[in-house]
């Protein structure tokens, strides 16, 4: 293929279905590193401080010249469509005509007047564009077997050397004519070429909050006369599912805190481990018991708990603390920053690994099955086993902070009290504080209405919290 059609003449198409693609090889590359070579050699003498250009060694009785290396482009390409990036190839350093052999199956739902393939330079400082080769999309929804080379042009709109190319193989499959989805979701509901297969007798169980207490929510009815939805109780779950688990208890997540209660307010009857032990004395009883107990938590990097420096750290994650509460235990907890990809820059990893987080939060055990089998549950989603995330549908923010948010109140808003038993009035005569302007009638039934320079704020009648979202 040498050229490409203009913009006029490139509709918009609607790419739904599957790319498969393979990034052969690019040709005749050019040197992106060419004056930060120059520059480099220029404040180092031209190289005076190295050994002599032809330095002569002895290998098996020949004397063999020693090359300089050269420095040149460390290339990978990016493809994009529609503004998002769907697939990249890993860096091929010091090469002008790279191979890199890369294979992708993309799931498309995209509209997109072509398809670009962004050849970038790999650099300390970021990526340095080289140029960008087109395939415009009506020609991949043909569905036909696409291999050819195609030139890549630069930011000037010509290529940045002589026969400059990449060399691509794709073939578009819609998802009309999939027949995997041909008549519709399959039967078996399974996942095409994921790692594991689709297997008979799974379940699943949807979570609203932390906790929901009988009779709050409404009822869902279900189509097909099946039973009404029933709603249940997140950590009383995962509480009740770590006490009978006999082999393994694994949790992954963000922020893992020991001191967390799970059982707050007991819906079912449960053992007086799970009604009275934190997080933390419940993983170390279990693993007592010979269940092995692993832990992976994300490192915060702004947290310091060594050589008498103590800092909670940017995100107050409890990651070292919880660490050293495990220490000496049977109980593995392993703190893992976030390691940033190998194709990034040196200063991009810097930042991914300060100010990125791992996101995962699962809790996975054994469970009984039928029979004397067992079988393993995972607990995953959007709830950390950390402060402040207990929570019930009616989103209490100052009630019970004595009783079931005792200890476990957190609001960047205000901070900590030291007088833990009288978390309300401290609270309310700081939440006066923070509002000075409000009305002190705001209970008056004389139907007065606040004057200039008052705000009527209704958030102190009947000591319901229920109207401002503090959060």
Same mark, same amino acid.
């Given at each position: 293929m040498e050229s490409i059609n203009s913009a006029d003449d490139i509709s918009t198409v609607y790419l739904h279905g599957d790319l498969d693609l393979k990034i052969l090889e690019a040709r005749r590359l050019p040197n992106m590193d060419l004056a930060t070579e120059s520059l480099r050699r220029c404040f180092t003498g031209f190289d005076l401080c190295r050994k002599p250009l032809i330095a002569l060694r002895r290998r098996n009785g020949r004397r063999l010249r020693r090359r300089r290396r050269i420095i040149t482009s460390d290339p990978y390409v990016s493809v994009c469509l529609a503004g998002a990036t769907v697939a990249r190839t890993r860096v091929i350093f010091n090469s002008e005509n790279p191979v890199w052999n890369n294979h992708f199956k993309i799931a498309l739902a995209h509209p997109a007047s072509e398809v670009e393939f962004q050849v970038k330079d790999n650099d300390v400082f970021g990526a340095g564009h080289i140029g960008v080769a087109s395939v415009p999309a009506e020609m991949i929804n043909s569905g036909e077997i696409i291999e050819d080379w195609f030139p890549i042009v630069g930011s000037r709109g010509k290529p940045p050397k002589t026969?400059?190319?990449? @060399?691509?193989?794709?073939?578009?499959?819609?998802?009309?004519?999939?027949?995997?989805? @041909?008549?519709?979701?399959?039967?078996?509901?399974?996942?095409?070429?994921?790692?594991?297969?689709?297997?008979?007798?799974?379940? &699943?169980?949807?979570?609203?909050?932390? /906790?929901?207490?009988?009779?709050?929510?409404?009822?869902?009815?279900?189509?097909?006369?099946?039973?009404?939805?029933? +709603?249940?109780?997140?950590? *009383?779950?995962?509480?009740?599912?770590?006490?009978?688990? +006999? /082999?393994?208890?694994?949790?992954?997540?963000w922020s893992i805190y020991h001191k967390v209660k799970l059982v707050r307010e007991p819906e079912k009857p449960l053992p007086a481990a799970g009604r009275d032990l934190n997080l933390? *004395?419940?993983?170390?009883?279990?693993?007592? *018991?010979?269940? @092995?107990?692993?832990?992976?938590?994300?490192?915060?990097?702004?947290? /310091?708990?060594?050589?008498?420096?103590?800092?909670?750290?940017?995100?107050?994650? +409890?990651?070292?603390?919880?660490?050293?509460?495990?220490? /000496?235990?049977?109980?593995?907890?392993?703190?893992?920053?976030?390691?940033?990809?190998?194709?990034?820059?040196?200063?991009?990893?810097?930042?991914?690994?300060?100010?990125?987080t791992h996101h995962?939060?699962?809790?996975?055990?054994?469970?009984?099955?039928?029979?004397?089998? %067992?079988?393993?549950?995972?607990?995953?989603?959007?709830? =950390?086993?950390?402060?402040? %995330?207990?929570?019930?549908?009616? +989103? %209490?923010?100052?009630?019970?902070? =004595?009783?079931?948010? &005792?200890? =476990?109140f957190h609001n960047p808003t205000f901070p900590e009290p030291r007088d833990q038993g009288n978390h309300g009035m401290i609270y309310i005569a700081k939440l006066k504080g923070l509002l000075p302007t409000m009305s002190s009638q705001t209970s008056n039934n004389d139907g007065e209405k606040p004057g200039n320079g008052q705000h009527q704020v209704g958030i102190l009648k009947g000591g319901f919290f229920g109207t401002m979202m503090l959060y």
């Open positions: 026969d400059c190319a990449l @060399r691509l193989k794709m073939k578009f499959d819609p998802f009309n004519q999939n027949p995997n989805y @041909r008549t519709g979701i399959p039967e078996n509901y399974g996942l095409i070429e994921s790692y594991f297969p689709a297997r008979q007798g799974g379940a &699943v169980t949807l979570y609203q909050d932390a /906790h929901s207490p009988a009779g709050i929510l409404p009822e869902i009815e279900l189509e097909e006369g099946k039973a009404a939805f029933r +709603h249940e109780n997140c950590w *009383e779950d995962i509480c009740e599912a770590i006490l009978e688990a +006999h /082999h393994l208890v694994y949790i992954v997540g933390g *004395e419940l993983l170390k009883y279990k693993s007592q *018991e010979g269940v @092995r107990v692993l832990l992976l938590v994300w490192n915060d990097k702004t947290s /310091h708990d060594k050589f008498f420096i103590n800092t909670a750290g940017l995100m107050q994650t +409890h990651d070292k603390e919880t660490r050293k509460f495990f220490k /000496h235990s049977a109980v593995t907890c392993l703190l893992s920053p976030r390691y940033a990809s190998s194709k990034l820059s040196l200063i991009k990893k810097q930042v991914v690994g300060s100010l990125y995962q939060k699962c809790v996975i055990v054994d469970t009984q099955d039928k029979g004397n089998k %067992r079988k393993i549950t995972s607990f995953i989603g959007g709830l =950390d086993l950390c402060d402040g %995330r207990y929570d019930t549908p009616e +989103h %209490r923010l100052f009630r019970d902070l =004595d009783t079931v948010f &005792v200890d =476990d």
